[in-house]
């Protein structure tokens, strides 16, 4: 693992801990909406990932805090999104958006699998 990966990642478990229990709330229409304008080209439709152009974002994404945080500051590919370029309230609705993406069934659940 990269030292940018475990920067990032003791970054996120750090935003997790001091998080507030509760999401703030965000509209995940509004999220849809931004999230499918851009983050959907490396993130996939479903935040399902593309690879190491951007990874997996849902179901079960980092807390806001987190993807705040990440929005903000430089690390890998992933562009730097300034307050005037993508706002708080803009954010927080992309990672309502996100935690409203369902999980999928289990393969053993999908009888063509079986």
């Given amino acids: ?66 993807i705040q945080a990440k929005v903000r500051t430089s690390s890998g590919r992933m562009p730097v999104y300034a307050p005037s370029v993508l706002t708080d309230s803009q954010i927080a609705a992309i990672a309502a958006y996100l935690r409203a993406i369902p999980r999928g069934k289990p393969a053993k659940d999908i009888p063509l699998l079986n």
Avoid: I, K, W
């Fill in 1 to 66: 693992m990269s030292a940018r990966a475990v920067s990032f990642l003791l970054f996120s478990l750090a935003a997790s801990l001091t998080a507030p229990a509760a999401e703030p709330d965000g509209n995940p229409v509004e999220g849809g909406r931004l999230y499918l304008d851009g983050c959907y080209e490396c993130h996939g439709t479903t935040g399902a990932g593309g690879g190491a152009a951007g990874p997996r974002l849902a179901p079960n994404p980092l807390p806001q805090a987190a």
